[in-house]
């Protein structure tokens, strides 16, 4: 009834916002996180929680591990001047 008296009311482009307004607002509570994650969880190895090609997994595991490894060398080199600092200051 509501979408019948929008259909009347408003024009075309009016509609289309309204529409998109509606949905952005709307709470999505349609989706059920356990029914989504049953199947996954019963793959093999990473393709439980990535992608099912291995070869995609393999890629992304080589990134994180590359950004890993550069973050862990900033906050090496981060602690060693706060430890300068900290030693200078007393």
Request: proline share 3%; charged share 25%.
């Amino acid at each position: 009834m509501l979408r019948n008296l929008v259909k009347l009311s408003l024009p075309e482009q009016m509609r289309f916002i309204a529409l998109f307004v509606w949905k952005c607002l709307r709470p999505y509570n349609e989706m059920d996180n356990t029914d989504f994650w049953k199947g996954p969880s019963k793959e093999h190895g990473q393709k439980a929680v990535l992608w099912k090609n291995e070869y995609y997994n393999n890629l992304m595991r080589k990134i994180q591990r590359e950004k890993l490894a550069r973050l862990s060398e900033s906050l090496k080199k981060m602690h060693a001047f706060s430890m300068w600092v900290a030693g200078s200051v007393l």
